[in-house]
């Protein structure tokens, strides 16, 4: 079979070329979920990356890291052919479609979800294949590898179209609508389909001891799932202009929620590169309280309450359950879905990388830097919360003390900053700025609700933080903000400052700073989080621009009056978006997605930026 053509001989709206095994863009795939889990499925409706059961378990399908570590390929074997793909309107349903000369036929792929917190719950992959016009042979190879690539399960067939396959813990069936065949450790099938035929395959992770399901409904489940998520988006608040962007964003979000727990996850994917070829490869499959606590003002501005007051729930027992330490603070900085300290950080050798990026990493030290900013971040989504919503309880209220209590004694410690340096640690400016927040939304909601807080000491310490900014943190001569007490360089984080109202928008401080940011850190509407040629962070080579700052940029623009500007730039960022409107963390000078993907923090960014533009125009 001939190889896929270059990714410079296709457009955004499809691809032309014959099915092979060239390793799929970090763009090219859609994501589908069960609010568990996800799953990524390439443009040519290969699914390359699942890990069963939850975010941060080992792949079953690794082949976005490595072929080796399992994928399930569906493809239209005659012909030549080009694909499209594309969500079922409002929804996580994703269609791959592959148009020949003799016909055409699209692949539909989900995990059905029947209704919110359902106790019956099961989880599994549907594939869906439909001849819509002419005949087609369709082929599928599904090639399970789990842990991340070193086991080849044994498979057991009940029958020609019921199969069993288990590796170790892990218990998958197959039900299938056609004859499937074993052997090599892959499973495979192959058919021709009329106009209005479809055969049916569905991927089932199951409890130990448990039975195979009879064959899906699948029509059923399609229905079921497309109305799941379009009565929940129905709930948003939103009815701008770029009502499509944040729709997409805000289901994109809801994708990276784990419902039985309440808990955002930063993105459902590991070591994707930062860089191709280099080291700035991270496992995102965990809760950052930074980037859960921004996903929670995303998600509350858009009227999603449920989700906000299960984060909630899930926050109060990291703040009740005391797992920090001095190094750390009362707050770690990241943890697994389930609360827990995650796995220590380690390198998968056996796993080449994507595009030969190595380390593969799994597991993440950052849970163990200190990282100042958090606070900001939690105690300012707590204060939205409280404004908007139900409100936080008198447990929480004693738990929060607690910690500005902490953060008072604290503020003043070098540490790794909101891009978790690895590095020698430093007096960040965003940390200071963050701790402001954190204090300064304790005093504003603690006079909102009258609840009980030393206001004279926390007044005092928010304060100082603020003289030690402006003091220590400006530099006269370059006419900014820097990124840390007498630092020579300046970091895009600093454009939180009037997002966060430590400065009006039109002071004269803060549009002098703009100014520098634009001229050392901005390419055309691409922001870099700051600049590596004059500075270290602990980590060898270049990565791409960061979506969430070049959000960020858009939203102070806004703030700024430029709107044009904003506008501008905010048109812009929507052209790097993948041809489903999802963006991994960053994105090279060439357009290129870099990081992992989908990331929360680019949809959180976006949600917030076009919801001020927009209120804003006229």
């Excluded at 603070?329 to 990241?334: Q, S, T, Y």
């Excluded at 100082?464 to 402006?470: G, K, L, P, S």
């Excluded at 959000?551 to 501008?568: C, Q």
Aim: aromatic share 8%.
């Amino acid at each position: 079979m001939a190889a896929a053509v270059s990714r410079a001989e296709h457009d955004e709206s499809g691809r032309t070329h014959e099915h092979g095994d060239q390793q799929a863009q970090i763009a090219d795939h859609g994501v589908i979920g069960d609010l568990r889990t996800c799953a990524l499925v390439s443009t040519e409706a290969t699914i390359d990356w699942f890990c069963a059961g939850r975010f941060d378990a080992p792949s079953v399908f690794g082949g976005l890291l490595d072929p080796a570590a399992g994928s399930w390929r569906t493809w239209v074997v005659d012909g030549h052919t080009r694909t499209t793909q594309f969500y079922l309107p409002d929804s996580a349903i994703l269609v791959t479609r592959f148009l020949t000369e003799d016909g055409v036929a699209e692949v539909h792929d989900l995990f059905p979800l029947e209704r919110a917190h359902d106790p019956d719950h099961r989880q599994r992959i549907v594939r869906r294949v439909v001849a819509v016009r002419g005949t087609v042979r369709v082929r599928t190879e599904l090639r399970a590898r789990p842990d991340y690539g070193r086991v080849v399960p044994d498979v057991e067939v009940l029958d020609p179209r019921r199969l069993v396959l288990r590796a170790g813990d892990l218990c998958l069936g197959l039900s299938a609508s056609h004859d499937v065949e074993v052997g090599d450790g892959v499973l495979s099938a192959e058919w021709v389909l009329r106009a209005g035929e479809e055969a049916r395959f569905c991927l089932h992770v199951l409890d130990a001891g448990a039975d195979l399901p009879d064959d899906e409904d699948v029509a059923g489940a399609l229905d079921r799932t497309a109305r799941f998520w379009r009565g929940w988006l129905a709930q948003s608040t939103y009815r701008g202009r770029w009502r499509e962007m944040v729709d997409r964003s805000a289901i994109t979000l809801k994708l990276l929620t784990h419902e039985p727990s309440g808990a955002i996850v930063a993105a459902p994917t590991t070591s994707l590169p930062e860089e191709i070829g280099g080291e700035r490869n991270w496992d995102y499959r965990y809760v950052w309280i930074r980037d859960a606590a921004f996903s929670l003002y995303a998600l509350l501005r858009l009227g999603f309450t449920d989700e906000a007051e299960s984060f909630m729930r899930w926050l109060s027992e990291r703040l009740g359950d005391d797992q920090g330490n001095d190094d750390v603070g009362p707050l770690r900085n990241l943890y697994d879905i389930d609360g827990a300290v995650p796995a220590e950080e380690h390198e998968l050798d056996h796993l080449r990388g994507y595009a030969g990026s190595r380390p593969v990493r799994v597991g993440n030290a950052a849970a163990e830097q200190l990282q100042l900013d958090i606070y900001g971040e939690l105690i300012d989504s707590v204060y939205l919360f409280n404004k908007y919503s139900a409100g936080i309880s008198l447990d929480a209220w004693a738990d929060l003390t607690r910690v500005v209590e902490w953060l008072i004694e604290n503020w003043e410690r070098p540490d790794a900053g909101m891009w978790e340096i690895r590095d020698d640690p430093r007096p960040h400016t965003v940390s200071r700025l963050m701790c402001w927040v954190a204090i300064e939304r304790m005093m504003r909601t603690a006079r909102q609700r009258g609840l009980p807080g030393d206001l004279a000491r926390w007044g005092e310490a928010r304060d100082a933080i603020h003289r030690r900014i402006v003091e220590e943190c400006w530099d006269d001569e370059v006419g900014a903000f820097m990124a840390a007490e007498g630092a020579d360089t300046v970091d895009a984080g600093v454009l939180l400052m009037p997002l966060v109202k430590f400065l009006a928008p039109n002071d004269p401080r803060w549009l002098s700073t703009l100014q520098v940011l634009e001229e050392r850190l901005v390419s055309d509407s691409l922001v870099f989080r700051y600049d590596l040629g004059h500075t270290t962070d602990g980590l060898d080579g270049p990565e791409g621009t960061f979506s969430l700052c070049s959000f960020w940029y858009v939203e102070a623009l806004t703030r700024a009056d430029r709107l044009d500007d904003a506008r501008l730039a905010l048109e812009k960022m929507f052209t790097y978006a993948n041809h489903l409107g999802l963006y991994a963390e960053q994105v090279g000078l060439t357009g290129d997605q870099l990081g992992n993907f989908p990331q929360a923090f680019t949809h959180l960014s976006l949600i917030s930026a076009a919801m001020n533009l927009d209120r804003r125009l006229v």
